[in-house]
C-alpha cells in the first residue's frame, strides 16, 4: 500500500493567534516581535505586502509602522502554545497517527484514507474543522512523501486557486509542481548546499528529483540522497510520533536591561533555575549535571566584557528544585564580577536518568528531601492550573530584569482576568 502523508500548517501562527482576538485588526498589518522586542519574528499577510523583511530589527521599521498603521505585539508565548495545542488536539483526532512538528504545523499518516474518502476532499474537511472550532487558519498539502508534502503545502499557501488545500499524489502534478520550485525552497536544503547544488547545474526540486541518487550521496551526503528519493515519491521519512527524549535543557534570556545588581542576577538565575527543573518534570528525568552562566553584551564596544560558564556534578540526579536552586547558588557566586553590565544569564540542565534507572553513589547518602516527588507535583499542578502561584522566595518578589515586552497581548486562553467580556 503506497504511503500517504499530509502536513497542516497554520498561516502566519504567531500573528493569526494575536488577530484571533482582536476583529479590528483583521485587515490590519500586523507583525510579532522578537524577545525585549527587538526583532520582527512574524508577519500578517497584510506586514508581508508591505515588504516588511523577518528578523529586522524593531527600530529600523519605525517609520514604516507609522506610515502604513502596522500593530506591533510582544511574544505572548503562553497565548501561541495553548492555541498551538489546540489545534493539534483536532488534527489527532482525525487521523490514526500525527507527528507534531512543530508549535504550527504537524505530519499525518494517511495511508489507506483515500479507501473510503477523496484524499482532496478529506484535506479540506480537516482544514474547515480546524477554522471553524479554532478561528486558525490552516493549509493542507498530501503527497506520499514528507517532502512532497511540504512542497504541496506551500504551494497550498502561495496559489489561492488551491483553496489552500494541495493533493499532490499524482506523479505527473508532482514534476509540474517540482519545476517551478526553486531548489532552495525544498525541506533540507540550506544556503550552502543549494550554492553548490547550483555550482552542479541543479536549480530547481525538478533537477534535484533527476539527480543520480548514488552520486548526490558521494558529494554530499546520505540525507541528501533520502531527500532525492523522496522527491521521486520514495518515502524514506516516517513519522516521528513519540517525541524523543531532550538530551539537555536550558533556560535563557536576555534581560530587559543591563544588570549591574548582584542580588538582582542571582534572582535571575534562580527563575531561571526554577523553569528548568519544572520542564525537567515535565520529562520524567532527574538530571545529574547543572551548569550556569552569565555574560555581558557583545555588541557594545568600549565596554568591558565577561562571559564565563560553570558547570556541577551532583552527588546523584534529582528533579527537586531545592536540591538544583542550591548547586546554581554556589556557582553564581563564584562566576559573579562587579563593575560589568550584565546582560545574559542561563541555567542549563544534562545527563538526565530515568527514575529509578541509575546507580547511587556509594559512599554519599541520597540527598533526595522527605517527600520531595510530592511536593514537587502539587508544586507544579498549582502552577499550571492557572488559579495561582507557587515561587520559592530565591526568585524575588518584583524582579526588575525580566525582559521588555511593551507590547504583550493578554493571555486570553489561559488566565481568567483576561477573559474576553461579550456583551
Known amino acids: 500500500m503506497k504511503t500517504v ?29 522578537s524577545n525585549n522586542d527587538g526583532c520582527v519574528v512574524a508577519r500578517s499577510k497584510e506586514a508581508k505586502a508591505l515588504g516588511l523583511k523577518m528578523g529586522v530589527p524593531l527600530f529600523q521599521v519605525q517609520d514604516e509602522i507609522r506610515k502604513h498603521g502596522i500593530v506591533c505585539f510582544s511574544s505572548n508565548y503562553a497565548l501561541y502554545a495553548d492555541l498551538s495545542n489546540r489545534v493539534m488536539t483536532i488534527i489527532e483526532q482525525e487521523a490514526p497517527r500525527v507527528e507534531v512538528y512543530s508549535i504550527d504545523e504537524a505530519f499525518m499518516d494517511l495511508t489507506g484514507v483515500d479507501h473510503v474518502v477523496d484524499l482532496l476532499t478529506f484535506g479540506k474537511q480537516v482544514k474547515a474543522k480546524v477554522d471553524q472550532w479554532t478561528g486558525i487558519t490552516v493549509g493542507v498539502g498530501i503527497a506520499p512523501t514528507k517532502t512532497l508534502a511540504k512542497l504541496a503545502n506551500n504551494a497550498a499557501k502561495k496559489y489561492p486557486a488551491t ?33 553548490k547544488l547550483r555550482s552542479r547545474g541543479i536549480h530547481t526540486a525538478l533537477d534535484l528529483a533527476n539527480a543520480d541518487p548514488k552520486t548526490i550521496r558521494s558529494e554530499f551526503s546520505v540525507v541528501m ?17 513519540v517525541r524523543p527524549t531532550k538530551q539537555q535543557i536550558i533556560c535563557s534570556r536576555s534581560f530587559g536591561h543591563k544588570v549591574t545588581d548582584k542580588q538582582e542576577l542571582r534572582e535571575a538565575i534562580a527563575k531561571y533555575t526554577t523553569r528548568a527543573a519544572e ?56 562566576l559573579w564580577r562587579a563593575g560589568f553590565r550584565y546582560m545574559k544569564a542561563g ?13 547511587q553513589d556509594l559512599f554519599r547518602l ?42 504583550l497581548s493578554p493571555a486570553y ?8 467580556d461579550v456583551y
Open 225 to 241: 540522497e533520502r531527500t532525492v528519493r523522496e522527491l521521486n515519491g520514495v518515502s524514506c521519512l516516517d513519522l516521528e510520533c
Open 366 to 407: 541520597d540527598s533526595t528531601k522527605i517527600n520531595s516527588k510530592a511536593l514537587m507535583t502539587v508544586v507544579d499542578q498549582i502552577n499550571h492550573s492557572g488559579l495561582g502561584n507557587v515561587f520559592f522566595a530565591s526568585q524575588g518578589v518584583s524582579p526588575q530584569w525580566t525582559m521588555k515586552r511593551e507590547h
Open 163 to 195: 483553496g489552500s488545500v494541495v493533493d499532490l499524489m499524482d506523479p505527473d502534478r508532482q514534476k509540474r509542481l517540482l519545476a517551478l520550485v526553486d531548489v532552495s525552497d525544498v525541506w533540507g536544503v540550506g544556503r550552502r548546499t543549494t550554492e
Open 279 to 334: 520542564k525537567l518534570r515535565g520529562e520524567k528525568r532527574l538530571c545529574r549535571v547543572v551548569s550556569v552562566f552569565i555574560r555581558t553584551s557583545p555588541f557594545i564596544p568600549n565596554e568591558p566584557q565577561y562571559a564565563k560558564t560553570l558547570s556541577a556534578e551532583l552527588p546523584n540526579p534529582t528533579d527537586d528544585t531545592r536540591d538544583l536552586l542550591d548547586v546554581a547558588d554556589v556557582m553564581f557566586h563564584q
Open 413 to 420: 486562553t489561559t488566565k481568567w482576568s483576561d477573559l474576553r
Open 5 to 33: 502523508f499530509a502536513l497542516v500548517d497554520c498561516n502566519n501562527f504567531y500573528a493569526s493567534c494575536e488577530k484571533l482576538f482582536r476583529p479590528d485588526l483583521k485587515h490590519t498589518p500586523v507583525v510579532v516581535l
Open 347 to 359: 541555567v542549563m540542565l544534562a545527563d538526565f536518568y530515568e527514575h529509578g534507572a541509575f546507580q
